[in-house]
């Protein structure tokens, strides 16, 4: 091998990409609730996605088949991941399955919930505006409450993982920790607003707007406040740190193809830990504007000073996992 060549291990079997196509090569044999959970979710989607062309009805200033078509897709692609987890798991292998049927009762329940209002054209979330509304919004926190434990649990049995590639392995535990964060932004929502709580006998409890009602102006797609804060922000990019971590971790071993420095194993897994610290400090400053009642797109100075200091942060964190490479030839 040539000496310059020397200190960059090549990418071996155990690399993301290996890992992944691994991984997909014996999909046949993932956990076979999720499987069948994630087909029913694309299923729904469809069905959704006719609704939203058919289907004129509006519910909360949104066209009233938006939620379950986002959730659906959210669901499909949480359970494809958790079920390529589960193929990576060793140990309490039975245990984790188990967590991953729960987490699949879990999330049924809730779709059907979900679906059901929606045919009913009823809000699903927060609505307790009579015995059923009121039940069924109760059934599904319970659910929800459910699958972070189940999540928890989970993320706790993969953490002891030995992923042999190491920026892989800490992608996947950083992606779990940063996902289970985003999953407990939805608790936030949960509070009754000071308007509500204004009324003696409200009709909702709880809400994705702060400091605006639900409802308002949105963005085009997503329907984020433009006007307030919306805790919905936080909660969706929290949630598929799971997916992105991951990938970028895949998509530096592409890049090592091209790039010596990615060759070192060492460089890639720093990398890593800068885009996880990074993702985190994401999350905590999305949550942070949103309960001061802020909106994305109009952050004040404070704001501001807080996505330069990140920026800053991650830039550095990259100068120093690429400058201090192995150089021992």
Do not use: C
Not at 41 to 61: H, P, S, W
Not at 68 to 85: D, G, I, R
Request: no cysteine; glycine share 10%.
């Amino acid at each position: 091998m040539p000496a310059s060549l020397a200190h960059h291990p090549p990418i071996t079997p155990t690399s993301p990409v290996s890992v992944l196509g691994t991984a997909l090569r014996t999909a046949r044999g993932w956990h076979r609730p999720l499987v069948l959970f994630a087909a029913a979710m694309v299923a729904t989607a469809m069905v959704a996605l006719v609704g939203l062309v058919v289907d004129d009805r509006t519910l909360v200033g949104a066209p009233i088949w938006a939620k379950p078509f986002k959730f659906a897709v959210s669901l499909a692609l949480y359970a494809v991941t958790w079920a390529w987890l589960l193929s990576l798991q060793t140990r309490a292998r039975r245990f984790a399955s188990a967590l991953a049927t729960v987490s699949v009762a879990a999330g049924t329940v809730e779709m059907v919930a979900i679906v059901g209002q929606t045919v009913r054209g009823q809000r699903s979330h927060f609505n307790v505006a009579t015995p059923l509304d009121m039940t069924l919004w109760f059934v599904m926190g319970t659910t929800i409450t459910i699958l972070w434990v189940a999540n928890l649990l989970g993320t706790v049995l993969l953490m002891r993982e030995d992923v042999p590639d190491p920026a892989m392995r800490w992608a996947i535990r950083a992606g779990l920790v940063v996902s289970l964060a985003g999953m407990a932004v939805a608790f936030l929502m949960t509070s009754p607003t000071a308007d509500q709580l204004a009324h003696g006998r409200p009709t909702t409890v709880g809400a994705h707007g702060v400091g605006v009602a639900d409802g308002g102006p949105g963005m085009p797609l997503t329907g984020w406040s433009t006007t307030g804060g919306d805790l919905r922000i936080p909660h969706f990019v929290g949630l598929h740190a799971i997916q992105l971590l991951p990938l970028f971790a895949v998509l530096l071993t592409v890049l090592a193809g091209r790039f010596a420095v990615l060759r070192d194993q060492r460089a890639r897994l720093r990398l890593m830990w800068t885009a996880g610290g990074g993702y985190a400090g994401l999350l905590g400053l999305l949550t942070w504007q949103a309960l001061r009642g802020q909106s994305l797109i109009a952050p004040d100075a404070l704001t501001l000073l807080a996505v330069t200091a990140l920026t800053a942060a991650v830039a550095a964190g990259v100068v120093s996992a690429l400058r201090h490479r192995a150089v021992t030839r």
